[in-house]
Structures are given as structure tokens and as C-alpha cells.
């Protein structure tokens, strides 16, 4: 049997945070119409791990990765693909003018027409084939290809000023070997902005969210976990910004908090109560469901 490693620097300095049925999972999805069976034959429950090293959560086994067929199966809802997301108008505020850009995961090309307010010289890597050709027939810049394989196409004249992803890093296994493609790709002083799920958000928990799970998304992402990874690489953490909250989603979180601690038979009397006032009195479980982390390269 292989020993489980950390995907971020393949550590085995790891502890187990819980586990999740198989069986459940796949009940979950099921109730979006989405049908998970056949990426989980032979395996009745999946294990959360964390790298104490990084802070990074991550799934085992670490084969249960969505293909092509199981994001059409998603992309139809309307909360998927949203033109207007806070993390894109964040991000374009980030970004100087005419730097060049790389973004990692470009999907339909939302934030590559933004990058047009900015810079001319902006480019993305997509994997789907559809959604290049809808890119290119707008004028956009994209190639057909991994990070690893465009950093082997560039120099010292070529490297970007920029590289970003949205929304993109919570899906990918090998994401340590991504991280420093993306840096690889960076000149020195250049910037990494990456968007991923805040897992400190109640509405973020893998109990009541399968989204938030394989096959869908791979790792699960903290505020801390920004601050550890540069310890592994060589960057420096430049700011961390938050999605605002709502003041009535406070409330709302307090159900969803309320639902994790029935799903986990750890219901207690007045339960609702206790959750509005953890909620209120953690700032941290206050925070959007998104966060974005800047890094430069040293």
C-alpha cells in the first residue's frame, strides 16, 4: 500500500481531521442530479488529511478527480459560471497597468475580458476545447495546456508579471507541482494571486457542501494555510483579502451550523443560539465564501 503524502511538498507529516461514507457522498450529489458512482468502485469512505507542514486539507485516496463529463453535469447551474464574482473585480484591481498577465484556468474568459481595462498583454491556459474555442472567437489570448508544459516554452524575456487563478487550485491533486510551475513562470518580484474557497466558512463545510469534496474539489483551503506556504516556497505573503458577508447570512450560517452539528449527532439543546453567538463572537467565521491571497516571488 502506498503512504499517503502530502500534495503540496509530499510530507508525511500528516494528521486525519475525519472521515466521510462514500455512500453519503454519493446520496449528496445525488440530490443535484448528479450522479458520482463510478468514481467511487470499490471505495466506502474517503479520509480528510492535513500536511502540518502547509495547513493544507486534502482528500484520500487521491483518485476520485472529476473528468470532463462530471463538469458538464455542473455547469448548467447558474451559480457556476457567474460573470460577475468578487474575486474578479478584486483581482483586476490588483493587476497594474499593462503588465502581462497569465491566468491558470480560464474557463469562459470572464476575467480575460476584464484584464482588457488593464493590459493588452494578457493570455490563459484552459483545458476544456469548447471553451477555447468561444475564448478565441472573442479575441482572447488562451492556450491548450498545463502550467508545466507552458513553462517550458518561456525565458527570462517571456516570464509574466502576473500569474492568477479563480477559483481553480481546490481542484487540482498535484497542487504543489503547480504551485512552482506557476512560480517557474513568474519573473522575480512578480506577483502569485490565488482564489480559492475560505474552508473557515461555515457555508464552505464538506458535511453539508459535496461540492466541496471529490470529485469536485481536491483540497480544502484555510487563511493559515496562505501563511504556511512560505515555508515551502520561496514567496512572501503580501495580503489575504476576504469576500464580504452579509449581515443576515450571519444568521443564515448559524442554520447551516446548526445542520453540521445534526448531520455529526453532536445536537445540543438551544442549539441555534449557541451557533448565532459562536458566529458572532469568531470574526473569522464572519468572513465570505471566498478569499485571495497575493504572493510575491523572491
Known amino acids: 500500500m502506498t503512504a499517503i503524502q502530502s500534495p503540496i ?3 508525511s507529516k500528516l494528521k486525519k481531521i475525519r472521515s466521510f461514507s462514500a455512500q453519503t457522498l454519493q446520496n449528496d450529489y445525488a440530490q443535484f442530479n448528479i450522479d458520482v458512482s463510478n468514481y467511487f468502485v470499490g471505495i466506502d469512505h474517503i479520509d480528510l488529511y492535513e500536511c502540518t507542514d502547509s495547513g493544507l486539507q486534502f482528500f484520500s485516496p487521491n483518485n476520485i478527480v472529476g473528468d470532463g463529463k462530471f463538469y458538464e453535469s455542473i455547469q448548467h447551474f447558474d451559480w457556476y459560471y457567474k460573470d460577475d464574482k468578487w474575486e474578479f473585480n478584486k483581482g483586476l484591481e490588483l493587476i497594474q497597468q499593462n503588465e502581462r498577465v ?3 484556468g480560464s474557463g469562459r474568459g470572464q476575467f480575460l475580458k476584464l484584464l482588457k481595462q488593464k493590459t493588452e498583454h494578457a493570455e490563459g491556459l484552459e483545458l476544456n476545447e469548447s471553451a477555447i474555442e468561444k475564448i478565441r472567437a472573442n479575441g482572447y489570448k488562451v492556450h491548450h495546456m498545463k502550467i508545466d508544459e ?27 507541482a503547480v504551485i512552482q510551475s506557476s512560480l517557474n513562470t513568474l519573473k522575480v518580484g512578480g506577483r502569485l ?3 480559492v474557497p475560505n474552508s473557515d466558512c461555515i457555508f464552505n ?3 453539508l457542501n459535496p461540492f466541496n469534496m471529490p470529485p469536485h474539489h481536491q483540497g480544502l483551503w484555510y487563511p493559515s494555510t496562505f501563511e504556511q506556504l512560505q515555508s ?10 476576504f469576500e464580504p458577508s452579509s449581515f443576515i447570512n450571519k444568521f443564515r450560517a448559524a442554520a447551516v451550523d446548526c445542520d453540521i452539528h445534526k448531520r455529526a449527532g453532536t445536537t445540543t439543546r438551544f442549539q441555534y443560539l449557541k451557533s448565532l453567538l459562536r458566529i458572532f463572537k469568531e470574526p473569522r467565521l464572519q468572513r465570505g465564501r471566498t478569499m485571495i491571497a497575493q504572493f510575491i516571488k523572491l
Not at 515551502?232 to 483579502?241: H, R
Open 150 to 176: 507552458l513553462e517550458q516554452q518561456l525565458d527570462a524575456h517571456t516570464l509574466f508579471d502576473v500569474v492568477c487563478s479563480f477559483q481553480v487550485y481546490e481542484h487540482i491533486e498535484n497542487i504543489g
Open 102 to 104: 497569465l491566468e491558470i
Open 193 to 195: 494571486i490565488i482564489s
Open 9 to 11: 511538498n509530499d510530507s
Open 232 to 241: 515551502t516556497f520561496n514567496i512572501q505573503l503580501d495580503a489575504v483579502y
Open 205 to 207: 463545510d464538506p458535511i
